[in-house]
């Protein structure tokens, strides 16, 4: 018997591409509101009732407000706002992220979907803060660039029309929606300096770490030991690690690729990783969160 799923925000780009990865399966029903319907309340928590599980792709306002529909359905949720990310009665869903956590989301009734940078920074940070290898306390520095499809419709309309035409730098006052859950689930206690950027293309991410370091081999060593046998997860061995980084070389895709940079002699390493902010860092990562849920093959559509 297929689970059922509803998609509230299902014409956003993150409800799109989701909707796109389970459409065909048989495993999976998809409850679907006619465009006149998607605001109405009363159609909405039917589709909601009617849901095993309700994916929210909305903005955080609204995802606060349908959870709180939802309090007394036995609906399960994902959230891909950033509402709920550091909320103790949500779990988070990376499922790498530590021992455990993915039997956390296999169980839970709300699972918080994570954000696209905060994916990266907290798969560099996590292995390494558990490992003592970066102090919680370090004054770090994170840079990042994505695809413009990270800004939603309304950034991609200016991109495509050419009302665009460069790369730039954004959050520039230090206050990014994705610290609060980089540091709670990075293990850090002071706040990153975050320099996002915004890049002439449409998808693929990279985000960065610099460290001052020599100790390279115990860094990569870490993250390896960490993400062993991961399915979506890799780290590059270090004598790979000195190309050219493209973050476009993982676009559709639910991977996520992690390096160690830099030259170690000299005490200067970069930590990097690269994904598909709209894979692994968003709708990818919420059809593996519903796979896990479910009790489903984690890769199935991915």
């Avoid at 790498?96 to 954000?115: D, F, H, T």
């Avoid at 460069?166 to 540091?183: D, I």
């Amino acid at each position: 018997m297929s689970a059922k799923v509803f998609i509230d925000g299902e014409v956003g780009t993150t409800g799109l591409q989701i909707r796109d990865r389970l459409l065909g399966r048989k495993d999976i029903s998809l409850i679907s509101l006619p465009e006149d319907r998607r605001k109405d309340a009363g159609a909405r928590a039917d589709a909601f009732a009617a849901a095993d599980i309700a994916i929210l792709c909305l903005p955080d306002d609204a995802s606060r407000e349908a959870a709180t529909i939802c309090q007394s359905l036995p609906t399960r949720l994902i959230d891909a706002s950033t509402a709920h990310r550091v909320n103790p009665n949500w779990v988070y869903g990376f499922p790498e992220l530590a021992a455990g956590q993915r039997a956390a989301i296999a169980g839970a009734k709300y699972v918080s979907n994570p954000g696209c940078y905060s994916t990266c920074a907290i798969a560099l940070l996590r292995p390494l803060t558990d490992a003592g290898l970066i102090a919680r306390d370090d004054a770090l520095s994170i840079f990042g660039i994505s695809g413009y499809t990270g800004g939603g419709k309304a950034m991609i309309a200016e991109f495509e029309k050419g009302e665009v035409t460069g790369n730039f730098l954004y959050a520039t006052t230090q206050h990014h929606k994705h610290m609060p859950e980089v540091m709670h689930y990075g293990q850090v206690s002071a706040t990153p300096i975050f320099v996002p950027a915004v890049g002439q293309y449409a998808q693929g991410m990279i985000v960065q770490i610099p460290l001052r370091t020599s100790r390279a081999v115990e860094l990569h060593a870490a993250l390896s030991a960490h993400y062993a046998g991961s399915r979506f997860v890799s780290v590059r061995p270090l004598d790979q690690a000195q190309a050219r980084e493209n973050p476009q070389a993982l676009n559709n895709t639910n991977k996520l690729e992690l390096s160690v940079l830099g030259d170690a002699a000299e005490g200067r390493v970069v930590l990097s990783a690269i994904l598909d902010n709209l894979g692994k860092g968003a709708s990818g990562a919420a059809v593996q969160n519903l796979n896990i849920m479910l009790g489903l093959d984690e890769g199935a559509g991915l």
